[in-house]
């Protein structure tokens, strides 16, 4: 137990008699350990503990968030003094029913297991990963490797009753490749992660890893420019699926909805995608990097269906955009820490398993571009408009693959470019990401199976 | 504060390190934001974090806490120690910074305003901007926040320094819909007090761009002359400003690594790093090792004279620290830049803006879409394609694409007025740029 239940009710009591409608208290403990490891040495281990509680009070509609590193029963009361003074009035004053905060019992999403080991079990991995990467080529100039694993503590408190306790382990490799031809240089770069311990890295395929980021800096310094223009786009599973993400994902979360800053705002039950697309945001898959057990409102968390065969079925929903929207929470409340209130965010989001293969997309697309790798991207929720880079990708001519080409971005609008999707395979797979809104940089996982967009605008210097 | 840090660098040389240094970070913040005339969201915070370096037998170790208890920082001792043991020897990383005598710069200016009054300003700032175009269906990001921080650094040697800083920041934004068109655009400003802030401007500036981009179309694929706005100028340069680190040309991932004392942008662009600019809005000192801050020429005419060094990257290259060592409390020692200067050119206004040219006032997925090491660029943006000064057509949904190398010596020509960017830490004339890729209809 990270606050004890009378202080957290002291201060709940508190909130209430000061005529807050909710009270909530979410307490975290994490601890982190990162190593990077480049040009064949260890540069740096850090390790430390990030602790601290917020304090989130709901006037009517009005959200107001504190937090403070300190856990004592007289900064906390402060705290929601502070915020209270600004809306409190006698009229609004309450008194709390005394509360029994019985531990909230919820089905514990599965974790891969930490084995305990010395940090230099760890690098030794970080050593291997690295040998393999430049075992791949003598182009291979430089690798550098950054192993990441935390452990978040969290306990949350509210006025309705609720008291409920997560631990979430979390570890992530992020590798990356330097090619290097005369002055050409070229990266490529393999970033899993999982929620769980150090039984992960052992069943890691290291020699996949490494090869991955070789090969993709390799081919990136043999690349020409990418040539611009409208056409049409294969782009294949895992980490591509961070495009449904920017141009839809955001899209669908009620922080954009309730504020109407969405253009799918007013969609529900209408065909937003071509029928091929169904998606998914699910908080439930085992051991996977953006899963939950319950989300930072202490709800547990549920597969939601965002899309089925073009229309859209739900929106990711939290505390706040319940009572703004109307819309059924659905256990997406999240933040990044206690420094921020919660917000409706992605977990595990996925457009789902088709029937078409890549043969099929290929023999469909003519000329065009085949993405074999993406890489990040943004979105403007307003208008919709998003972008991405492309980290691996070649020209296709005649539907068959040609040269590999760089420099190449994807952009367009989310509510065209779900209905150009007109072909969806059944190779889905997922793949570790961050993202980052307005609670924070949090794991989420994107993913999809191949898929071909009909048309898009392609970015590029030829 | 300072008897806190002085006493867990003792504990920690106590408990076997050569040497320590310690940087705390506190700050204080109020956000606030305003949706549909009423007060939406109300933030108020205040964190410290300590971090700790420990220097033993040539090998280096962090750690941080964010408590400040007892336990909790002798644990964060342990940890920095024992992350040492396992970290390789580094020839080159060390605390040896001794001043003479403590540097305390203070930049605090209180703000008199009441927390009434800055309720008032965002509730202002959506409902004003709201009046001004029937047009506009939402707000998504208004508001204002208040912070204020302090810096703290002190080593083994007894090297002290501390900066504390406080400033106001708004921001409003509108989303404007005709027919099946929506465009929309945000602002910001930044001033040390309430009564500095001018509303009106960022407003304007907000609709000025959202109102013109209902009309936006694509411009057809081909090569243009660019000027970018300062402040993605501000983020083009932000994206590749790993070409200025000693400490990534260590790590061959700068490709301007063998480039000192060489051609790397055109012989007119000059371009200096300045941490107390006059002009700057925030003004930076001391460096994360104590090192008193200058100005560091970094492309003079064209040519690459120096690199952003610590004193381990300094040591690696046998030269002395140019006082860009940065460290936040949690992570180690890298370098840094501050507010950028680029020397004005000959040119007036009429004669940089003379042609046909693309005007590029906003970019998305500079970050995604720039690769440091290679140096290809290519990011979506809008903005408008202009004639002899004139805007005579708004832009959207194009890409623009290039290499950072080639862009810096494809200058066509450079102004002779500074302007800044809105943060105020980045001052260059307008620059056309020729015939860079962009992809439309």
């Known amino acids: ?462 | 504060m300072k008897n806190l840090i002085q006493k867990t660098i003792d504990r920690a040389m106590n408990s076997g390190a050569d040497a320590c240094d310690i940087i705390v970070n506190s700050s204080d913040s109020l956000n606030l934001s305003a949706q549909d005339a009423k007060l939406e969201k109300f933030k108020v915070a205040k964190t410290s974090v300590l971090g700790i370096r420990v220097v033993k037998n040539k090998k280096i170790g962090i750690s941080y806490s964010e408590s400040f208890d007892d336990d909790a920082l002798t644990f964060a001792v342990k940890s920095s120690l024992e992350n040492a043991d396992y970290s390789d020897v580094n020839e080159f990383e060390d605390i040896k910074i001794k001043n003479s005598s403590d540097f305390v710069k203070e930049n605090i200016e209180k703000d008199s305003s009441s927390m009434e009054e800055k309720i008032e300003f965002a509730m202002k700032l959506e409902s004003e901007i709201r009046k001004r175009d029937s047009r506009i269906t939402a707000v998504p990001y208004n508001g204002l926040s208040v912070a204020e921080s302090h810096s703290y650094y002190m080593n083994s040697l007894g090297t002290y320094t501390e900066e504390s800083e406080s400033y106001l920041s708004g921001y409003t934004s509108a989303l404007l819909k005709e027919g099946d068109i929506t465009s929309m655009h945000y602002s910001s400003m930044q001033e040390r007090s309430l009564a500095m802030m001018n509303l009106n401007q960022c407003i304007e500036e907000t609709l000025e761009h959202a109102v013109s981009w209902l009309k936006a179309a694509p411009v057809a694929t081909g090569k243009y002359d660019v000027v970018f706005d300062t402040n993605v100028l501000s983020e083009i340069l932000g994206a590749f400003s790993s070409c200025f680190s000693a400490k990534e040309a260590i790590e061959k991932t700068n490709p301007w690594e063998n480039k000192l004392q060489h051609q790397v942008a055109d012989m007119n662009f000059t371009m200096i790093d300045s941490p107390l600019y006059v002009d700057a809005f925030f003004k930076q000192h001391v460096d994360s090792e104590g090192v008193l801050k200058k100005d560091l020429t970094l492309i003079e005419n064209g040519v690459l004279k120096s690199f952003y060094h610590n004193t381990a990257t300094a040591a690696y290259y046998g030269t002395t620290t140019t006082g860009h060592a940065a460290r936040g409390a949690k992570s180690a020692l890298g370098v840094s830049g501050s507010n950028w200067l680029i020397k004005a050119g000959i040119s007036s206004k009429d004669e940089v803006t003379d042609g046909s040219y693309l005007e590029i006032i906003d970019v998305m997925g500079i970050g995604p879409g720039s690769d440091s090491v290679s140096g290809e660029f290519s990011f979506g943006a809008s903005g408008y394609l202009c004639k002899n000064g004139k805007r005579i057509q708004p832009v959207k949904g194009i890409t623009v694409a290039g290499n950072f190398n080639k862009l810096l010596n494809s200058i066509k020509c450079m102004g002779k007025d500074l302007e800044h960017n809105h943060s105020r830490g980045m001052f260059a004339p307008l620059i056309k740029f020729s015939e860079l890729y962009v992809a439309g209809k």
């Not at chain 1, 961070?242 to 954009?256: K, M, N, Y």
């Not at chain 1, 206690?338 to 917000?343: G, I, L, T, V």
């Open chain 1, 1 to 462: 137990m990270l606050l004890q239940k009378e202080t957290a009710h002291e201060v709940i009591a508190y909130a209430v008699s000061l005529g807050a409608d909710f009270c909530e208290l979410f307490i975290e403990k994490t601890s982190v350990q990162s190593i990077l490891y480049t040009s064949k040495k260890i540069k740096d281990i850090s390790s430390g503990i990030d602790s601290g509680i917020g304090v989130r009070l709901i006037y009517g509609d009005l959200a107001l968030y504190a937090y403070s590193n300190s856990n004592k029963k007289e900064d906390l009361l402060d705290m929601v003094k502070k915020l209270a003074s600004q809306f409190s009035t006698k009229a609004s004053h309450k008194s709390l029913t005394a509360l029994n905060f019985t531990p909230l019992q919820y089905k514990a999403i599965s974790a891969l297991p930490n084995k305990d080991v010395l940090l230099t079990e760890k690098i030794e991995a970080l050593k291997k990963l690295d040998t393999l990467t430049r075992g791949h080529s003598p182009l291979i100039s430089q690798v550098s490797i950054r192993f990441l694993q935390k452990e978040q503590n969290i306990e949350i408190y509210n006025s309705e009753g609720l008291h409920a306790t997560e631990t979430r382990p979390y570890i992530r490799i992020y590798s990356e490749a330097v090619a290097q031809d005369g002055s050409v240089q070229a990266t490529g770069s393999v970033s899993p992660g999982r929620r769980g311990g150090f039984n992960f890295i052992e069943t890691l395929n290291l020699q996949q890893a490494a090869e991955t980021a070789a090969k993709q800096a390799l081919v990136v310094l043999k690349a020409k420019p990418c040539p611009a223009g409208v056409m049409p786009v294969v782009i294949e599973n895992g980490f591509g699926g961070v495009i449904f993400h920017e141009a839809c994902g955001h899209l669908l979360e009620t922080t954009s909805v309730e504020t109407r800053s969405s253009v799918l705002w007013d969609k529900k039950g209408e065909m937003i995608a071509h029928p091929a697309v169904s998606a998914v945001d699910d908080g439930t898959n085992e051991n996977m990097w953006g899963s939950l057990s319950i989300d930072d409102e202490g709800m547990p968390t549920q597969r939601t269906q965002l899309i089925k065969n073009g229309i859209l079925e739900n929106f990711i929903c939290d505390k706040i955009g319940n009572m703004k929207t109307g819309h059924a929470r659905t256990g997406s409340g999240r933040r990044q820490s206690y420094r921020f209130a919660p917000a409706s965010r992605m977990r595990n989001t996925f457009i789902d398993k088709g029937t078409s293969t890549l043969d099929d997309m290929m023999q469909s697309m003519g000329d065009g571009l085949y993405c074999a790798a993406m890489g990040g991207g943004s979105v403007n929720p307003g208008t919709g408009e998003f972008n991405f880079s492309v980290n691996e990708g070649y020209l296709v001519k005649n539907g068959k693959i040609q040269n590999a080409i760089k420099g190449a971005t994807l952009i367009g609008k989310g509510a065209d470019i779900l209905h150009k999707i007109s072909m969806v395979g059944n190779n889905l797979e997922l793949a570790a990401g961050m993202c980052g809104s307005v609670s924070g940089s949090i794991p989420t996982t994107v993913g999809q199976p191949v898929l071909k967009v009909d048309d898009i605008l392609v970015g590029g210097q030829a």
